[in-house]
Structure formats: structure tokens, C-alpha cells
């Protein structure tokens, strides 16, 4: 059987199609885009209409690496003063050029607010073998940044990300390692 390419203009699409059926479920929060030295990534949350859940999606695409990673997920949310966070499951494609696999990553982030106009974030998610399936073996991501409330609706975001697929040939798939800028609209 002849190997087929991962081809992330229809994965997006048919993430877009699945948001929109959704649309009358959930009451949109806003989409993001995320650049780095070699990436992009735009991604859609919408929150359910209890406001304490959120499905998210995102297609990242590495020029460098020749990489494609797309992902969905399901998280709950809770604040406490300053703080607020998402804890959750999230399942994910990936296409690491001559590696393609797929599995789910466990894990959460989180906001302290200094201010209405600056916050801290970072979160982990974790994807072990036991959840990782055809070439990926294991999935590692983590981020820290800081974000500027620019406008109600809008997002400045500035960090870092490392992103790590292990597969069965190659250990630290490099996804994502890097200094970033983003862009959150909120609708």
C-alpha cells in the first residue's frame, strides 16, 4: 500500500466544517495565530455554552522539518482569584516527514494576572507510549509566555514552546522549539 501524505488544507477545512455544525453547541471564544522562526499555527477554541468547557483545534506547520501536527481537544476550566486554568485530553496527527502517527496528550495550562492588561501563562501536555499509536511512541510539549490585553478582544502573546514526538525510528522529533509571537481574536 502505497503511503499517502498528510494534507493539512483539507484537515482544516474539515476542522472549520466540524466548528461550524458545532456552532449551535457552543458559543464561540476566538481563534489564534501563532508564528515562529519556522512555524505556524492557527487554532479555534470554542467554549460549551456552560462556559466551564471548551473544545479546541489546531493545525501547526513546521517549514524546516517538514512537519504537520493537528490536534483537538476537550478541556474543563476553573479560576481561582488570579489564576486561571484548563485541564484536559487532547488527540493529535502528527505527519514528522518520514514518521506519521497519532495519539493523546493529557495536560494543562494556566494564567496568573498581574493586571488586566498582562498575565503569565504555561502549560504540559503529555502523550506516553501507552497512548501514543503507529510510528509515535511518546509526546512532550511545554510553553511559558507572557500576555498583552492590547484591546478587549484582542491578544498579544510572546513565549516559547518545545514540542518532542518520539517515534519508532527517531527520538526528538522536533516539532516546535522556539520563540514565538501570537495573535488571539476574541469573538
Known sequence: MRHQ??????????????????????????????????????????????GNSSITGSWLHNSDADVDLLSGGFFVHGDRREVAGKVGIKAYYADLDRDDGYGLALGGDGTFRFSDIISLNAGIYIGPDALSFSDVEDYFEWFVGVDLNVLQNAVVTVGYRETEIDTKRRNDVEVEDGPYIGLHLKF
Do not use: H
Open 5 to 50: 501524505r498528510f494534507c493539512a488544507p483539507a484537515a482544516v477545512l474539515s476542522l472549520m466544517l466540524s466548528a461550524a455544525v458545532a456552532a449551535p453547541a457552543v458559543c464561540a471564544d476566538g481563534f489564534q495565530l501563532r508564528l515562529g522562526d519556522d512555524i505556524v499555527e492557527a487554532s479555534y477554541t470554542a467554549f460549551i455554552r456552560d
